[in-house]
């Protein structure tokens, strides 16, 4: 069956009953297990980088810690959705005070856009259009934005704007000026904690991995999801969004939490992350992706998503 005879509707209407409630069942379990995983892993890479302080691991404290700040970046989204957790209160707290606030994230301001993103996607309404509405460019563009992502020129943009905020706190919402002053708590927090631990300087580690390549991966992500896809202005979500298969490395590194899944996510955003590749498997047994492509791997997906520059041309 081609994918012209397929809806947003019968994607679901393909699943059994059964299927149904696996697929969209919370776990305050596997909740916690994300949101553990992460931490053990943000602990685990400052604790290698304290003791064996070398050139190698600061570099790969750097790359890991952008992911892991990308991993709570998603738990901030998948709180928004009430997804991660069975209970609300639990969706909220997590959503702020174990991510949210440590990647200065207000939950309730991007949940605003994303959900107009869901309700616009495929349109000239979408917000996010922007982040992806040029591609495919050019190889060379995209080194640029590469090169401006690691050399921290983006990131020193995003820290000019929390400045900004600060400067401004007693005039802005008074919502983001909680969220402001509790994500400042609890980076202070962080820099107390290593300094008691006699290692202050581990924090510098966690503010250039947030300027460098927590800005790289959440670009790469954006690419992903919606550059370059079969139609952009398709209301069929799978040709205005993107499925991506990876690998476990890859997952580690750029794609945290199963968000390479994001036609599954668009498809049905009542399934938690942990289930989503669940999801997909059902949906492709069935035939749902007939005539469907999936990209293998995001260095391949950027090859896609660019072109040679013509000789003699400026892209």
């Not at 305050?28 to 053990?40: T, Y």
């Not at 476990?248 to 945290?256: D, G, M, S, T, V």
């Not at 994001?262 to 590749?277: A, G, Q």
Request: charged share 20%.
């Amino acid at each position: 069956m081609t994918t012209s005879h397929w809806t947003e509707k019968t994607a679901r209407d393909l699943l059994t009953a059964e299927e149904l409630v696996q697929v969209t069942r919370k776990s305050n379990l596997q909740g916690w297990s994300v949101i553990l995983f992460d931490w053990m892993i943000i602990v685990g890479i400052f604790c290698v980088a304290a003791v064996y302080p070398n050139p190698f691991t600061l570099i790969a404290a750097v790359v890991l810690l952008g992911g892991r700040q990308l991993a709570l970046g998603i738990v901030v989204h998948e709180t928004g959705h009430r997804t991660l957790f069975q209970s609300q209160a639990l969706n909220d707290f997590c959503g702020k005070w174990l991510s949210g606030y440590w990647v200065f994230s207000d939950k309730e301001s991007y949940m605003k856009g994303h959900l107009k993103h869901h309700q616009n996607a495929g349109t000239a309404q979408d917000p996010d259009l922007p982040n992806y509405s040029a591609y495919p460019v050019s190889r060379e563009s995209l080194r640029r934005k590469i090169k401006r992502d690691l050399t921290g020129q983006i990131g020193w943009r995003r820290i000019k704007s929390i400045g900004r905020s600060i400067r401004r706190i007693r005039t802005i919402q008074p919502r983001l000026r909680q969220t402001l002053i509790r994500s400042l708590l609890v980076n202070l927090a962080m820099l107390i904690t290593m300094t008691l631990f006699g290692h202050p300087w581990l924090y510098l580690l966690w503010v250039i991995a947030f300027m460098t390549s927590h800005m790289l991966v959440t670009r790469i992500r954006q690419i992903a999801e919606h550059a370059a896809v079969p139609d952009n202005t398709s209301l069929d979500i799978r040709r205005n969004t993107r499925t991506i298969h990876i690998s476990r490395l890859e997952r580690l590194l750029i794609a945290p939490h199963r968000v390479n899944y994001h036609i599954e996510h668009h498809l049905m955003p009542s399934v938690p992350i942990y289930h989503l590749h669940l999801l997909h498997d059902l949906l492709l047994r069935k035939g749902y992706y007939d005539g469907i492509e999936f990209s293998r791997g995001y260095y391949n997906l950027l090859k896609q998503v660019t072109y040679p520059a013509a000789q003699g041309t400026v892209s």
